[in-house]
C-alpha cells in the first residue's frame, strides 16, 4: 500500500533554507510522498512561485499553494494563514498521514539599527518578536487546532534560541523519525 500523502507547511519557503526544506522534503525518497500538498507562506508571492516551480521541475507529483502573508503581522497569522491551512485540512478529509509545520521564517533584522533605535521605535521591536518568536506560537497553536480533526501526526520544527533552523524538533504523536 503506497504511504499516505503529507500536509505541509513551509514558512519563509520563498528562498533559502525554506525553499531546500519544499525541495528536499519532497525529492528525497522517504519524506513527503509524491501526492503530498504543500502551502507555502512568505512575503515574496513571485520568489514563492519560483519555489513551486523547482518543486514541478523534479517531476514528483505534489499540490503546492502559494500564501503571501507578512509573518512579523500577527493579524495576518491568524486571520490569513491559520484559516488557511484550516480551511486545507478541512477540505482533505482524512487523507493525510502526517501534517507538518516547518517554522522556519524568521530575521535577525538590522541588529545595529535594532541596538540604536529599539528604544525609539517599540514597533520595530515588535515586529521582530513577532516574527521571530510571537508569531511561531501562534502559527504553531493555529496549526495544533487546525490539524486535530483530521490527523493525529503533526511535526514542528522550530529555531532554537540561537535562532538556527531546524535544530529544535517537536514531535506530537509521531514515532521518532528516521532522517
Ligand atoms: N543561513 C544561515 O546561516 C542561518 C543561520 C542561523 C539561523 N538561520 C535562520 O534560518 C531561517 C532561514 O534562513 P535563510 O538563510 O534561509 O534566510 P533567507 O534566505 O533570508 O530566508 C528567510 C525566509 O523568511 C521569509 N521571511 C522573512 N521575513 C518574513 C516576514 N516578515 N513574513 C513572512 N516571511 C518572512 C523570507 O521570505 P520573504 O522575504 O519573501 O517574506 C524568506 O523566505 C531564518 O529564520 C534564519 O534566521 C539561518
Not at 514528483?60 to 502559494?66: K, Q, R, T
Not at 484559516?83 to 493525510?96: S, T
Not at 502526517?98 to 521605535?121: E, F
Request: proline content about 4%; aromatic content about 6%; hydrophobic content about 45%.
Amino acid at each position: 500500500m503506497s504511504p499516505k500523502p503529507w500536509f505541509v507547511v513551509i514558512t519563509g519557503a520563498s528562498s533559502g533554507f525554506g525553499r531546500a526544506m519544499a525541495r528536499g522534503l519532497l525529492t528525497r525518497a522517504g519524506l513527503a510522498p509524491a501526492g503530498s500538498t504543500f502551502l507555502l507562506v512568505a512575503r515574496s508571492t513571485e520568489q514563492l512561485a519560483q519555489t513551486k516551480t523547482l518543486m514541478e521541475e523534479s517531476g514528483i507529483e505534489a499540490n503546492v499553494s502559494l500564501l503571501s502573508a507578512d509573518l512579523s503581522d500577527l493579524g495576518a497569522i491568524s486571520q490569513k494563514v491559520v484559516p488557511r491551512m484550516a480551511e486545507m485540512l478541512a477540505a482533505a478529509g482524512d487523507v493525510f498521514g502526517r501534517v507538518m509545520l516547518v517554522n522556519n521564517a524568521g530575521s535577525l533584522g538590522n541588529i545595529s539599527d535594532r541596538i540604536d533605535k529599539a528604544g525609539a521605535c517599540p514597533d520595530t521591536l515588535q515586529s521582530y518578536f513577532n516574527l521571530n518568536l510571537t508569531g511561531v506560537i501562534t502559527l504553531t497553536c493555529g496549526a495544533l487546532l487546525s490539524a486535530e480533526a483530521s490527523a493525529d501526526k503533526l511535526l514542528v520544527l522550530l529555531r532554537d534560541s540561537k535562532f538556527e533552523s531546524g535544530s529544535h524538533h517537536d514531535y506530537y504523536d509521531l514515532p521518532e523519525p528516521t532522517f
